[in-house]
């Protein structure tokens, strides 16, 4: 489902603008219409308070949980299961942090990933997007989404600038707590840019060697690290808070001090920061997480030499954080079809993808 056809939905009911905003508000803040109103009849169009329940029903049952496995750091990593009987992992983190999945499965194939492994499966719509964030109000505060789960964004583009203008407008997420992900597309470059929402923006780079970088992200658009850094850091400019380079560090790959000292050249004196975050062991991966002490000097080396780093955990490691781990074991549940009564009052929203 898309967030379009849900406000073409309530359009046809004479919903305006403010209406439409009021009932996009509640469902993102997972409350109730009329929550704060005792006569919510005055505030809304007859016709829209009699289709709004039955809406509500069907954006409830967009995503439900299958489990759910707490780490040791505080997170905790949910497998919801969409309509379809799919599942998709979405990770509450310390903090009033969520981190939703954009894609099932992923195009992109990097070899240390296992949602890569299978390719893409289908994309989610935007409400199936917005809809794990709702799950997760539903749970624990939220004051925090980050677009790194399942999926690159930058390949579900509209889906996932529908789901930020929501969770921004309505879902009251100030911008730069929105964290858009990717590996590097022109695209998505162009679009954030133009967005009224500019979410903050996190670069996945891995290494400054093009060669290795096509080795390691075999799909993504072919841009040089350094036109990478060059979007990134105008797009820092743009939006006024610096972007987050991601760099996965396995041993023996990218964690070389011939690589510390292409960062600094790359990347000193800019409005970025490095987040160095050692590999997750995944079984059959063939690469390998560095000595935690390595991975230290890297960091305090990188500092000192003018990058801001930050040397940090993927969250519950404990639990397969890699992404894409969970869902590996538990693809698809089970998916037994019933009508409800009040289906018969509402435009059916159609599937996403
Ligand atoms: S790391 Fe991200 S972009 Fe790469 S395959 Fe996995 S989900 Fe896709």
Known sequence: ????????????TGAGP???SRFLRSWTHNRPLSAGRAHPERHFPQAMLRVAPALQEQLAK????????????????????LQDGKTVETVLLPRQGVCVSTQLGCAVGCRFCMTGRDGLIRQLGSAEIVAQVVHARSLTAVRKVVFMGMGEPAHNLTAVLEAIDVLGQEGQIA???????????P???EA??????????????HTTRADLRRQLLPRAPDLSPQALIEAAAHYAELSGYPVQVQWTLMHGVNDGTDEWEAIVALMSRRRLMLNLIPFNDVEGSGYRRPSWEHAADMARWLNRHGVYTRLRRSAGQDVEAGCGQLRTRQPEVQVVKRRHPLNAAAPTLGASG
Do not use: C, N, W, Y
């Open 62 to 81: 967009l995503v439900r949980p299958v489990s759910e496995h707490p780490a040791a750091d505080g997170s905790r990593r949910l497998l919801l299961a």
């Open 18 to 20: 403010g209406h439409t």
């Open 187 to 189: 695209r998505a470059f």
């Open 1 to 12: 489902m898309h967030i379009p056809e849900l406000r073409a939905a309530l359009a046809e």
């Open 175 to 185: 911008h730069k707590q929105l964290v858009f992900s990717t590996v590097g597309d």
């Open 192 to 205: 954030l840019a133009a967005q009224r929402i500019k979410p903050a923006l996190a670069l996945s780079l």
